[in-house]
């Protein structure tokens, strides 16, 4: 009578997992095979498309300016990435470790800053970015997010920091070692997650986000891919959605794969800095 | 007067001078040169920077008449002008905190003089930098960008808030003006205002609660669905399971509005394949709210669930050993181990969540962009949270000021939950206890 019931548990719990699955895949497995079909529109009467084509991703690189934006979405995300996580490490290590006169307050306003709104922000970067005739150029773009991946992402790391016991610093230090050298030589490699984490956080953010990027970005060639992605279906009568669906897939597919393969290293990263606050 | 006063005061005189005392004369130097600067920077600049701030302008553009013909002669830009006097005013405070520094250095150098100490080499002060105030030194490039890239644009838009920036005053056409509380008066008194704001803010609050509730008790149920100890390919349904958090979420939210479409899309030639009608998803008030939340959830549900994996694997197998002994159910045990050892570790999370999701603007932007239109709502639609009503305000209708008082509004909301679950975590309260 008990192994009966238990499998029907588990059954059930398969069934569940299984359609949950189907449920979570549906969107990427539809955007892909929309990719693939022919004409344009986004109607289609079958789920598989009767007939198969290449052509969008073609039409993608010789008839709108995807290859450029491209170029720039990977020139924005990797400098914001490499900047941010330098700084994010520094300054939450240092925020971590040191017990330095400012150091709570810091903290509260670090807490104070994630808690406006980031538009409210955005109309005075403008006019500032305007002022320093920084406008439509990439590096007000990769200024702006790595500065603001410090701000998101500091308790996370700051959290995981706390974890790392301070007697292997200690004896560095005792060995003569300067501040600089045990960050690089012992702290870096240990938090090989953190690092991780926050670095793909930082480069996700910057991959897709198209708001902010949309009001700095003025000109065509400038565009990331976000923008143009966006500007492909946001419109009421754009038809181009198939193009549209290859675009998409060129862009999710990447990332979703670092995503994946790099996993374990997000477990461990948001669990790591998540439990401790 | 003992030397260690000296040299104090020589620096109150004039940066540096303390310094030249001291025998430091490359850091002494340094600091000379830093404080002529600040004093050009002061005498020619800063005054009329500050004045520009407190007047906000008070000659505005116009047409003036040159000999015979008219010319447009461009006036004060209040906009401009009340940001380069920010700028200013936080220039002078760094200023300010450089100066005081200079006369600390002056003192303590010359202090351990007086007990007979050789004064640092400029070599020597930077190795001392190095090693005694690193904190600073490492947190001192991501405070500059903060201070203006965030902090002073929230300045900014704060007392945006007290003027009458809002279409159609407009600079450079217009001077705008300082009004202080009259924005927050009309929010509450005048009715176009006062019913969109309670309307959009009630079911903001809505959101919040049913997108936090929503996520947080599927991605544990899922967590344990998959962690039970007879489930086989964990690694699998795991990974199944993680690409809605994987995939970029602009990709998958302009994805799924496709997907909703009344007329093409395939959700609703689905429900007609199997004979029903379809549902108009996002152009119903109501239905548009319920897709908001069905998409959260499949976006959501994945950060709970590794979430709570993390917390699942901590708890001690002997515990449920222990409830089988006794004779507890499945139920049994769900309740009195799982849940709460889940809910404690993560109940801090939830109220992060919470407060995310006030501001959570991708979600409602890219599906809906705050669609159905509401009539009665000014400028906003039926499913808009109060960060979408702003960015329109601000951006799409250039009503700044009211944009900027919604945004304290926000912030009120926010820092209400976050400051109140913040002081809870064990991070805030015993962070060296951790070692």
């Known amino acids: 009578m008990k192994t009966s019931s238990s499998k029907w548990k588990l059954r059930a719990s398969y069934f569940i997992l299984s359609v949950l699955t189907v449920i979570s895949i549906f969107p990427a497995l539809w955007i892909i095979l929309s990719s693939l079909k022919t004409g344009n529109s986004l109607y289609s009467d079958t789920f598989i498309p009767r007939e198969f084509t290449f052509q969008h991703y073609v039409d ?46 810091t903290l509260k306003m670090f807490l104070v800053l994630q808690m406006f709104p980031g538009f409210m922000a955005m109309i005075a970067i403008f006019v500032l970015l305007n002022a320093m005739s920084l406008l439509n150029s990439h590096w007000a773009l990769i200024l702006v997010y790595s500065t603001g991946a410090i701000i998101t992402n500091v308790f996370v790391a700051k959290g995981f920091f706390d974890t790392i016991p301070k007697s292997l610093e200690d004896a560095a230090r005792i060995d003569g070692a300067s501040h600089l050298k045990v960050f690089f030589s012992i702290i870096i490699p240990l938090s090989r997650p953190m690092l991780t984490y926050a670095s793909l956080m930082i480069f996700n953010g910057a991959f897709v986000d198209f708001i902010f990027a949309d009001l700095i970005l003025r000109t065509e060639e400038q565009r990331t891919l976000a923008v143009g992605l966006y500007k492909m279906v946001s419109q009421r009568n754009s038809t181009e959605f198939t193009m549209f669906a290859s675009g998409a897939v060129l862009v999710a597919v990447p990332v979703t794969l670092l995503f994946l393969f790099l996993q374990r290293f997000l477990i461990e990263g948001l669990t790591a800095g998540a439990t401790k606050g | 007067m003992s030397s260690k006063s000296k040299a104090a005061i020589l620096s109150i005189l004039f940066m540096g001078l303390g310094q030249l005392y001291n025998r430091q004369w490359l850091k002494g ?20 920077y500050i004045h520009g701030l407190i007047t906000l302008g008070d000659t505005p553009s116009g047409f003036v008449k040159v000999g015979k013909m008219t010319k447009l002669v461009e006036g004060d830009h209040s906009i401009f002008m009340m940001i380069k006097g920010l700028v200013a005013l936080l220039a002078a405070l760094l200023m300010a905190a450089y100066y005081i520094l200079n006369i600390r250095d002056a003192h303590i150098v010359s202090a351990e003089r007086a007990r007979g100490k050789r004064p640092n080499s400029f070599k020597q002060s930077l190795v001392m930098l190095e090693q005694k105030h690193f904190a600073y030194l490492v947190l001192l490039p991501p405070f500059i960008a903060i201070v203006f890239l965030s902090i002073l644009p929230l300045i900014f838009s704060i007392l945006i808030a007290f003027t009458n920036y809002a279409d159609p005053i407009l600079p450079p056409a217009n001077l705008v003006d300082w009004v202080a509380f009259d924005n927050f008066s009309k929010m509450i008194n005048i009715k176009a205002w006062s019913t969109t704001f309670t309307g959009v803010l009630q079911w903001t609050i809505v959101w919040a609660i049913l997108a936090t509730v929503t996520t947080y008790i599927g991605g544990v149920l899922v967590a344990i669905l998959i962690h039970q100890p007879a489930i086989r390919f964990k690694k699998f349904w795991r990974t199944a399971l993680i690409i809605p958090f994987a995939i970029p979420n602009m990709v998958s939210l302009l994805v799924m509005r496709n997907m909703f479409n009344n007329q093409f899309g395939p959700v609703n030639s689905y429900l007609k394949f199997f004979g029903l009608k379809g549902i108009p998803w996002l152009t119903d008030p109501f239905w548009a709210k319920v897709t908001v939340i069905l998409v959260n959830m499949w976006m959501g549900i994945p950060i709970t669930m590794i979430l709570a994996f993390g917390v699942l694997s901590t708890i001690p197998r002997d515990l449920y050993e222990a409830a089988d002994a006794d004779g507890a159910g499945s139920i049994h045990k769900f309740r009195y181990i799982t849940m709460p050892m889940v809910l404690f570790s993560t109940a801090p999370l939830l109220i992060m ?80 206890m951790i070692q």
């Open chain 2, 29 to 48: 130097l340094l600091f000379l040169a830093a404080g002529m600067l600040g004093i050009y920077f002061f005498i020619f600049e800063l005054y009329d």
């Open chain 1, 60 to 105: 993608l690189f010789e008839k709108t300016k995807y290859p450029i934006w491209f170029l720039n979405t990977l020139k924005v995300a990797l400098f914001s990435t490499l900047i941010g996580t330098f700084l994010l490490l520094f300054a939450s290590y240092a925020i971590s470790r040191f017990r330095f006169v400012g150091r709570k307050t």
């Open chain 2, 353 to 432: 969540q919470f407060a995310g999701n006030i501001n959570n603007f991708n979600v409602i932007y890219l599906l809906t962009n705050g669609e159905p239109v509401n009539i009665n709502y000014q400028f906003a639609g039926h499913t808009d949270l109060l960060v979408t009503w702003l960015y329109k305000l601000a951006l799409l209708q250039s009503q700044f000021s009211f944009a900027s008082v919604i945004g304290i509004f926000i912030f009120v909301i926010v820092a209400t939950f976050s400051i109140w679950s913040y002081t809870r975590t064990r991070s805030y309260k015993e962070e060296d």
